[in-house]
């Protein structure tokens, strides 16, 4: 059913009564979780200050404790120049301690040889408890591993945006919805539980995936049910100001929870709230039509109408309109699933590479 013959079938229903409404504001409110996670990763991903640990344990006098971070002379940072990956040579420094000489007095310090953090690494506290850095020591040899966790993430993103339409157009848009709403908030929640790493970035991934297929569905349901007039502000004002509350809400929650694993946790809990809209949110018609469950569809549009006041047409579909809209999603559907067209695959590749540069960008 081409768009002009759907929107005149339901005019009946108005543009911005009851129902449309409440569609606008549940499904804008569904978005909020995506911009909470689509940024997690400046705080929890974030590196603080850190050097070497010197053991408490090691009996040395604190003058050489406080001499034994040298100074790193390609550090631009003049208020910060300890050395944040090496350290004087432990065993040395012990015997000039024991020996009672004094740095820089009966030792030139900078001649002592120099070694890795062996000990670990000591980090300030005072912007964060944890992070995924400090928690796994992602500093030194292994400072890469915090961007290519960010990077897996929108990894995870860039796979969500493109198999997450196709799976809509097979399951229904409320379905993927709801399923992807549950997997971000439910992998979120074991990401707190992650005893490594890889796990964490694993996990992460799925996150990424659930997060875009989410907002995708999101976006796409409400464009389906809106009426023409309302598709503008639903798309720019409505999904835009909702994801941006989600980026806004996540610094206050970062202030306030300075440990990794308890921001997750905060992040995920508006996720469970979300339930109950199940009952709230209706499968969008037109897909329905495309399926042939035309039943359903009027079933929809009729308790619409009683919402809304108004009084829908004994007939609402005509056999003949709902045939060519089967015929014409199949046609549809086989094109992008054999990707036969080269423009079509290289459209989808533009589309995906310009979503993950906004992101970033973002």
């Known amino acids: 059913?081409?768009?002009?013959?759907y929107d005149d079938n339901t005019a009946f229903l108005g543009d911005w009564g009851p129902f449309q409404r409440r569609v606008f504001v549940l499904l804008c409110l569904s978005i909020i979780p995506n911009g909470f996670t689509g940024l997690s990763t400046v705080f929890i991903c974030d590196t603080p200050a850190h050097r070497c640990l010197i053991p408490s344990a090691l009996n040395i006098t604190d003058?050489?404790?406080?001499?034994?971070?040298?100074?790193?002379?390609?550090?631009?940072?003049?208020?910060?120049?300890?050395?944040?990956?090496?350290?004087h040579r432990m065993d040395i420094v012990k015997n000039y301690s024991d020996r009672g000489l004094l740095p820089w007095v009966d030792v030139n310090v900078s001649a002592i040889p120099q070694?890795?953090?062996?000990?670990?690494?000591?980090?300030?506290?005072?912007?964060?408890?944890?992070?995924?850095?400090?928690?796994?020591?992602?500093v030194c040899s292994d400072d890469w591993r915090?961007?290519?966790?960010?990077?897996?993430?929108?990894?995870?993103?860039?796979?969500?945006?493109?198999?997450?339409?196709?799976?809509?157009?097979?399951?229904?848009?409320?379905?993927?919805?709801?399923?992807?709403?549950?997997?971000?908030?439910?992998?979120?929640?074991?990401?707190?539980?992650?005893?490594?790493?890889?796990?964490?970035?694993?996990?992460?991934?799925?996150?990424?995936?659930?997060?875009?297929?989410?907002?995708?569905?999101?976006?796409?349901?409400?464009?389906?049910?809106l009426s023409s007039s309302i598709r503008d502000i639903f798309s720019t004002l409505g999904v835009c100001l909702f994801f941006s509350i989600g980026y806004m809400m996540l610094p206050l929650a970062a202030y306030f929870l300075r440990d990794w694993r308890m921001l997750l946790l905060a992040l995920t809990i508006p996720g469970f709230f979300y339930v109950p809209l199940w009952w709230?949110?209706?499968?969008?018609?037109?897909?329905?039509?495309?399926?042939?469950?035309?039943?359903?569809a009027e079933a929809i549009l009729r308790k619409a109408a009683q919402i809304n006041g108004v009084k829908a047409p004994d007939i609402i579909f005509t056999q003949i309109q709902v045939k060519s809209t089967s015929a014409c999603a199949s046609?549809?559907?086989?094109?992008?699933?054999?990707?036969?067209?080269g423009c079509q695959r290289q459209k989808l590749l533009n589309l995906s590479y310009f979503m993950i540069l906004l992101k970033f960008q973002m």
């Not at 399923?179 to 990424?208: A, D, E, K, R, Y």
């Not at 709230?280 to 329905?288: G, K």
């Open 1 to 5: 059913m081409s768009l002009p013959d």
């Open 63 to 87: 003058e050489w404790r406080n001499a034994s971070i040298p100074l790193d002379e390609n550090d631009e940072n003049k208020d910060s120049r300890l050395s944040k990956c090496s350290r």
């Open 115 to 138: 070694e890795g953090c062996m000990d670990g690494w000591e980090y300030d506290k005072g912007t964060y408890i944890s992070t995924i850095v400090t928690e796994w020591d992602l």
């Open 146 to 225: 915090a961007p290519l966790t960010t990077s897996l993430f929108f990894f995870g993103v860039l796979t969500g945006s493109v198999i997450s339409g196709q799976i809509s157009d097979r399951f229904g848009r409320k379905k993927v919805l709801f399923v992807t709403m549950g997997i971000q908030t439910v992998f979120t929640v074991i990401q707190i539980f992650s005893p490594s790493w890889l796990i964490f970035c694993l996990l992460f991934f799925i996150v990424g995936m659930g997060q875009i297929s989410n907002y995708v569905a999101a976006f796409v349901l409400g464009m389906e049910i």
């Open 280 to 296: 709230f949110i209706p499968e969008s018609p037109r897909w329905l039509l495309s399926q042939g469950r035309v039943d359903e």
């Open 331 to 341: 046609q549809m559907t086989h094109a992008i699933l054999s990707f036969s067209y």
